[in-house]
């Protein structure tokens, strides 16, 4: 390709409403134009990205015998009803009427129609396993897309689905998609970890995400350094402490604390640690009845460390907080603890809650609380004392760094990253909701047992901007660069050796394999130069007369410091071997 017959737009500002550096560097190096919230034009340099990245994901989806197919963006409504998600998704799932009034959606996934076409074409055990695979578009009506193609509105996702006959068979169904994945992510050349993910209302262990690392990422990644352990920081477990409670010290005694509504201004106030402070959380969980009013609630009251954040995934899991929760209201917390928020304690209530305690409390001596009076706390709290020994504890808290890896080989690290594949153990979720059977080898129906796998195609180019990148601009990896090798001929037009030379490299580059682009624009080096660094392109071979009188033209790659001379007799070897395959 050359540079006079592609598209290349570059701009020297990014556009205001650019808020991360991948949105910024995409707007400038001209990969992408804003046409509305949240929707992007793919300009030519950015296709190129996307196309890279959906040939590596294809290749090896197809490499793990995946079938590839393609599904509908408009889907009709009756699919989306029979698993209850029509209504249950809410205003991302975007839905539309035709003509004559029917109802259809704009898939942001394909569940339904695949299980559709399962439960049509996949009548016997004898053609299962099947794994069928779409690269296509989809949407989701965020309701603030931000961050160019991190977070837009329409985007492009590899969502794969399996189908086996029995739990094992999906068991190693998912098996194969997480090692493909993996080769998938090894092979864009990015820095990445596989952690371990919360399973949702299926429950299990088999659902994993793909975090590409980046200090700019909005998921916390936690991980061991000294062993393989990951997860994310919903499924991060947050071990009990070693060793016993230690024996109350203290006398319970009511301490004025005007004024001093959070545990950190307790704690400075009394001069003690925040980790001595106990924080009351109140929950309540509703029974309805057939025509969905309310007929029963009940109010919990989760105790944490001071310092320590609330999981709600973890929560979540707590008998009799599965079905769902929700913050209790103000009146709820003024009937049952006679005090407005900031007071709270587990003592002198005025009526009976649901206590779940925090492992790491349900350990503690000499805490403090709330006392359910304006303006006081109780400090030297001790279980079995004061209150009785708490009969439900579980893990209801964010890890930190510094707690103890759950493997039991060191101390958690956290990181922060960027989603960019999920691969998951659906089970019978929606062949169940669809009554999608196959007859087994005992000539019995069975419900299939499922797995869902999904890449982020747009966003991935996204991600790996966020970690690679300088002053001057996006640093692609070689396997998704838009053009790995640009030739750039200083004065081009004035000098026929520096054409010939330029042509001829850009020549053997092509028969050799090599995705190459000759600037032929004219452009002045500076400008020239500043082009390409801002799109990424990681290799730069660089023609002009002065090098030329010497026999040598320069190398120089992406990350380099410094240019290398290379004889014109051996840029074509120099270039190959610098190149990733």
Known sequence: MKASQFFVSTLKEAPADAEVVSHK??????????????????????????????????????????????????????????????DKMGPELLRIKDRHGRDFVIQP????????????????????????????????????????LMRGREFTMKDAYSFDRDMAGAKASYQVMAQTYRRIFDRFGLT??????DSGAIGGDLSEEFQVIAATGE?????????????NMEKAEALPPAGPRPAAAQPRTLTPTPGKSTCADVAALLGVPLQSTV?????????????????????????????????????????????????????????????????????????????????????????ICGANQPDFHITGVNWGRDLPEPELVADLR??????????????????????????????????????ATFLGEDGKPAFFEMGCYGIGITRLPAAA???????????????????TVVVC?????????????????????????????????????????????LIGVPHRVTIGDKSLKEGVVEYQQRRDAAVTKVAVADILAHVKGRVAV
């Open 279 to 367: 924080k009351s959380l109140v929950l309540a969980t509703d029974e309805t009845n057939a025509e969905g009013e309310i007929v029963k609630s009940q109010v919990w009251l989760l105790l944490l460390r001071g310092d320590h954040d609330m999981n709600e995934i973890k929560v979540s899991k707590v008998p009799g907080l599965e079905a769902g929760f929700r913050f209790a209201t103000l009146s709820e917390i003024e009937t049952h603890f006679g005090c407005k928020p900031g007071y709270l304690g587990p003592l002198e209530l005025k009526q009976p809650v649901k206590l779940v305690v925090d492992r790491e409390v349900a350990v503690m001596a000499d805490w």
């Open 219 to 231: 998921d916390a990644i936690v991980y061991c350094p000294a062993s393989d352990y990951a997860a």
């Open 192 to 197: 990445y970890r596989a952690v371990a993910a």
């Open 109 to 148: 996934t394909s569940e339904e129609v695949v299980t559709d076409i399962a439960r049509q074409e996949l009548r016997s055990y004898k053609q299962l396993p099947k794994n069928l695979y779409q690269i296509q578009t989809k949407f989701r009506d965020e309701r603030r897309p931000r961050f160019g």
């Open 398 to 435: 964010n890890v930190v760094a510094g707690d103890p890896s759950p493997d039991g080989k060191g101390e958690l690290a956290i990181e922060r990253g960027i989603e960019v594949g999920h691969v998951f153990y659906l089970g019978t979720k929606y062949s169940r909701a669809m009554n």
């Open 25 to 86: 560097l995409m707007m400038r190096a001209g990969l992408i134009k804003k046409l509305g919230a949240g929707i992007y034009n793919y300009m030519p340099m950015g296709l190129r990205v996307v196309r890279k990245v959906e040939a590596i994901v294809r290749e090896e989806m197809n490499r793990a015998g995946a079938v590839e197919c393609t599904m509908p963006v408009v889907q009709p409504a009756e699919l989306w009803q029979e698993t209850g998600r029509f």
């Open 465 to 483: 901007i966020e970690q690679n990148h300088d002053e001057r601009g996006i640093i692609w990896p070689d396997a998704i660069a838009p053009f």
């Open 489 to 533: 001929p200083v004065g081009m037009d004035r000098s026929e050796a520096v054409k010939a030379t330029a042509e001829q490299i850009y020549a053997d580059l092509l028969a050799a394999g090599v995705d190459v682009i000759l600037d032929d624009r004219g452009e002045r080096p500076g400008a020239m130069f500043a082009d390409w660094e």
